[in-house]
């Protein structure tokens, strides 16, 4: 598998934007979340995960993977907006929201250091 750089840097463009975009109205979807504790629980899972991905970095750094992972987080993003516009804004939508997000959270320090 080879990189083409000139597809990569437009789908990171791209990419980027619709992220800044998206982790911008969070803050509005995760308003039904008033109890901090779930931030709290999300935050250790969130430190937990990234530790046992950091462990398979070894394995993990290749074009292959990064591709395979990425794919993944675009995926789970696309989910998190499909259940948003099905549940609507409700309790359940934010908590499937978030921890969508704390999913792709957990791929963010691979993928940059890919």
Do not use: C, H
């Amino acid at each position: 598998m080879k990189l083409k750089e000139n597809y990569f840097l437009w789908y990171k463009l791209l990419n980027s934007s619709f992220t800044g975009l998206s982790i911008g109205i969070l803050f509005t979807i995760y308003q039904p979340l008033t109890n901090p504790s779930i931030y709290s629980l999300g935050g250790i899972v969130l430190a937990a995960a990234m530790l046992v991905i950091a462990k398979f970095y070894d394995r993990l750094l290749n074009i292959r993977k990064f591709f395979q992972i990425s794919m993944g987080v675009e995926i789970v993003i696309l989910i998190t907006l499909l259940i948003f516009m099905v549940f609507q804004y409700t309790f359940t939508s934010a908590i499937l929201v978030y921890m969508g997000y704390q999913f792709t959270f957990i791929f963010g320090g691979y993928l940059v250091r890919a």
